[in-house]
């Protein structure tokens, strides 16, 4: 089953969450869909790679939103047998002293150009387990922290574990955030000193050799985004291994000739861990940062701002990009085969759109992306939206720092603006169980929906997933974003809106201090280094005295509005793809 993706060595792509298709809901928001577009890119470009995630059978949640406007959360429990296959490898890992069992099931991603590539969903749900141990790999992002940490273990160390046990060959690891940093650890026990060659005080691990392995890409700079545990824990999740007998056990199950595992009674010892994690507390971006030779943020503002989170690190930047068949309409997509055939294999190419494509044949595209939105919102939501007013969309994640309130944030104002030139919203996102402040603004939200009824109609379309993604950013007119600057590391959204012309008005930050050319590829929110509190004021004058005039054909521009989404088009979806941010990443980061 697995010799097609064994014979030649891989990179090993590490996330806790991974937007594989609709169907399979595990992951939240962007981290999952850049992991998910990252494997479709690898196989486009015939990059080896492997994904490794978690299982997460119970899913993320299926959101209701009731009458009063509240997130109602449901569990949205897949059955992995439907899209994967299990493999009959088995390994152990280490927690509070007893073997946890896990396996893996193998889903096998088929791109649209012909390209295959492996996914490995572990998976500890297996009748050797206790009762707790079987759920560990049931919630993404659930349960507390023990939880959260006996995850990482099971990502981390039994993701290592696993690819060696199935006769993977891996030339780079790359994890994403901290969750899985704990791979490197488990790289450290393979690639130890012989005790007896060691100097008093000297650490016993191969450092430089793991440093060359490993890539480790920061995602958030939102300083509640980096995981950090207590020594007293992971001490009690990891300390006292009876690693001798489970080694023994591990060589039986595993394939003994493979594994070169050591017969040790203690995981990694705390001064190691202190040394690469930090005095306090474990920190898992400190421990990715010291055990990665490659480290990068996600966009260039992005890197900045990671460079002085973690002085004395270099930090690279390469910006994300999205999948370019993926996230385009299916009226876009037969656009694209038709003037700029092999788009797909070279979103480059999407320079021509500029020239090449009639303006009436993008607008026509655009018109049809546009009902089938309509047609959606109608059947989700029973709202009647007019195909001729423009749309602003908005949709990601619902939590504070991305301000999905910014655009009502003066009434009176909004409505005035309504009045001269209309415009519809439609909004959307999940805002995490835990989150009370992201599920406040989704019933504020709801609240001023009513009141802007009859003037503005607002409507907050449930359940964000890869489909209602795909439809809302091939079928507004504008992609709205306001983040509280300078916390977007880099969004996509507004990445895949480039994919079906729609212009992107937003705040400058993350990916839009790169994309954004005023007027030709969309609009600034406000200047970069502005103050956020001028935010909701910049929004309002560029809609009203910028962008609304323009669509409506109310200005002088030359060629109007079209001219903007083919800047949009030839501009930034020829270069925020993931075909060029996984060229990036095998020519600067994956090269040792
Ligand atoms: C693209 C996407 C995101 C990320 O959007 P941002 O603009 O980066 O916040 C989140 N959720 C879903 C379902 C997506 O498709």
Redesign the pocket.
């Known amino acids: 089953m697995l010799d097609e993706f064994i014979h030649e060595p891989r990179v090993a792509y590490f996330s806790m969450e991974i937007?594989l298709r609709n169907e399979i809901p595990t992951?939240?928001?962007?981290l999952?869909?850049?992991a998910g577009d990252t494997l479709r890119a690898a196989a486009d470009v015939s990059l080896p790679l492997v994904a490794v995630s978690l299982v997460s059978r119970a899913g993320y949640f299926r959101q209701e939103i009731d009458i009063q406007g509240r997130q109602v959360e449901h569990p949205s429990p897949w059955d992995p047998a439907r899209f994967a296959q299990p493999l009959d490898a088995k390994i152990a890992v280490p927690i509070e002293g007893r073997a946890v069992w896990m396996s893996a099931w193998l889903y096998v991603h088929e791109g649209q150009l012909g390209g295959r590539q492996p996914v490995l969903l572990l998976d500890t749900d297996l009748d050797e387990n206790r009762h707790d141990d079987r759920e560990l790999t049931h919630y993404l992002y659930g349960g507390d922290e023990t939880y959260r940490f006996k995850q990482e273990v099971v990502l981390g160390i039994g993701g290592v574990r696993l690819l060696q046990a199935l006769g993977f060959r891996i030339r780079q690891y790359h994890m994403n955030e901290g969750h899985s940093a704990l791979l490197g650890l488990e790289l450290l026990r393979r690639y130890r000193y012989p005790a007896e060659d060691l100097r008093p005080g000297e650490l016993p691990y191969d450092i430089p050799r793991v440093r060359e392995l490993c890539n480790f890409t920061t995602h958030t700079p939102v300083e509640a985004g980096h995981d950090r545990f207590s020594y007293a824990l992971v001490q009690r999740v990891l300390g006292n291994v009876v690693d001798v007998e489970m080694t023994k056990r591990l060589a039986v199950a595993a394939d003994v000739k493979r594994s070169r595992l050591t017969t040790d009674e203690s995981f990694v010892d705390l001064a190691t861990f202190k040394h690469l994690a930090g005095e306090d507390s474990l920190n898992m971006t400190r421990l990715a940062l010291n055990l990665s030779e490659y480290v990068n943020g996600v966009a260039k503002r992005h890197a900045e701002t990671s460079k002085t989170m973690f002085p004395g690190y270099q930090v690279h930047a390469v910006t994300?990009g999205?999948h370019p068949f993926t996230?385009t309409s299916d009226a876009f997509r037969r656009l694209y085969d038709r003037y700029v055939p092999s788009w797909c294999h070279e979103p480059e190419l999407l320079t021509r759109a500029e020239c090449c494509i009639p303006d009436a044949a993008i607008w026509e595209a655009h018109l049809q992306a546009k009902q089938a939105l309509i047609d959606r919102v109608r059947a989700l939501t029973s709202v009647n939206l007019h195909p001729k007013v423009p749309i602003l969309g908005f949709?990601?994640?619902m939590t504070a720092y991305?301000r999905p309130d910014l655009l009502f944030a003066d009434m009176e104002r909004l409505k005035a603006i309504a009045q001269q030139r209309s415009f519809q919203v439609v909004l959307a996102?999940?805002a995490h169980p835990r989150d009370d402040g992201g599920k406040r603004l989704i019933e504020q939200l709801h609240a001023y929906a009513r009141a802007l009824e009859g003037v503005v109609p607002v409507v907050y379309l449930p359940d964000?997933?890869?489909d209602?993604?795909?439809s809302l950013?091939g079928g507004a007119d504008i992609w709205l974003?306001t983040p509280l600057r300078p916390l977007?590391a880099?969004?996509?959204?507004?990445?895949?809106a480039a994919f079906n012309g729609v212009p992107s008005l937003s705040v400058l930050d993350?990916w839009w201090m790169e994309g954004c050319i005023e007027g030709v590829t969309g609009w600034a929110i406000g200047n970069a280094a502005g103050a956020n509190d001028g935010d909701a004021r910049a929004l309002y004058d560029k809609l009203e005295q910028v962008v609304l005039p323009l669509y409506y054909g109310y200005t002088n521009e030359p060629g109007g509005w079209i001219k903007v989404m083919k800047g949009a088009i030839s501009k930034n979806a020829s270069y925020f793809n993931s075909h060029r941010m996984m060229r990036r990443y095998a020519t600067e980061a994956y090269t040792r």
């Open positions: 937007a992951y939240s928001g962007g999952g869909v850049l994300n999205v996230w949709a990601r994640r991305k996102g999940k964000y997933d890869m209602n993604a795909r950013v974003n977007e880099s969004g996509t959204s507004g990445m895949k993350g």
